[in-house]
T-cell receptor, first 113, second 110 residues
Framework: DGGITQSPKYLFRKEGQNVTLSCEQN?????MYWYRQDPGQGLRLIYY???????QKGDIAEGYSVSREKKESFPLTVTSAQKNPTAFYLC????????????FGEGSRLTVL | DQQVKQNSPSLSVQEGRISILNCDYT??????FLWYKKYPAEGPTFLIS?????DKNEDGRFTVFLNKSAKHLSLHIVPSQPGDSAVYFC?????????FGAGTILRVKS
């Protein structure tokens, strides 16, 4: 059955370490997104990709990097430059960019110790 | 700069009654609007949408109303059920841009 898989679900990291969150989809969607959720705030867009080998910065891209080498995969790296990395990260996809109905993964909770 | 606001952080409703969740936006360029529902430790799931050419869209127990002049939309759930207890996010978009509100926690008491 189709969907979006994020891993790991929970991740702990020491300050100064980079960490990569995985996102895989088998929905054959062109567009993929990474959002961050913090308490009391809406989902904020980190990066999005409309097509393989292309991606765009969202509203809060600083301290993050992504790649889109395959249609199915859109990993997010949280670098040591990200000042407040502890958050809940959500990956999403849609048939095409601008199609508002997003399909979300179950999320990854990153805690920096 | 919060372009999409959900001013009620939480709402408590008795089972069987109507739940009304509200959302305000500031950017007049938004031309489609969506509601998502989120259970703890899960990703949001799409609930219902409306485009700016309509003022109402209905799907079963869920109805979304859009008032463009007031830049306001609302989600009505009737009758409310305990399984509706979740966080509800409204989102507004145009082109590639989709902006989410902070969410409203709905608790339906049985």
């Amino acid at each position: 059955d189709g969907g979006i898989t994020q891993s790991p679900k929970y991740l702990f990291r020491k300050e100064g370490q980079n960490v990569t969150l995985s996102c895989e989809q088998n929905l054959n969607h062109d567009a993929m997104y990474w959002y961050r959720q913090d308490p009391g705030q809406g989902l904020r867009l980190i990066y999005y990709s409309q097509i393989v080998n292309d991606f765009q910065k969202g509203d809060i891209a600083e301290g993050y990097s992504v790649s889109r080498e395959k249609k199915e995969s859109f990993p997010l790296t949280v670098t040591s430059a990200q000042k407040n990395p502890t958050a809940f990260y959500l990956c999403a996809s849609s048939i095409w960019s601008g199609e508002g109905e997003l399909f979300f993964g179950e999320g990854s909770r990153l805690t920096v110790l | 700069d919060q372009q999409v606001k959900q001013n009620s952080p939480s709402l408590s409703v008795q089972e069987g009654r109507i739940s009304i969740l509200n959302c305000d936006y500031t950017n007049s360029m938004f031309d489609y609007f969506l509601w998502y529902k989120k259970y703890p430790a899960e990703g949001p799931t799409f609930l219902i949408s409306i485009s700016s050419i309509k003022d109402k869209n209905e799907d079963g127990r869920f109805t979304v109303f859009l008032n463009k002049s007031a830049k306001h939309l609302s989600l009505h759930i009737v009758p409310s059920q305990p399984g509706d207890s979740a966080v509800y996010f409204c989102a507004a978009g145009y082109g590639n841009k989709l902006v989410f509100g902070a969410g409203t926690i709905l608790r339906v008491k049985s």
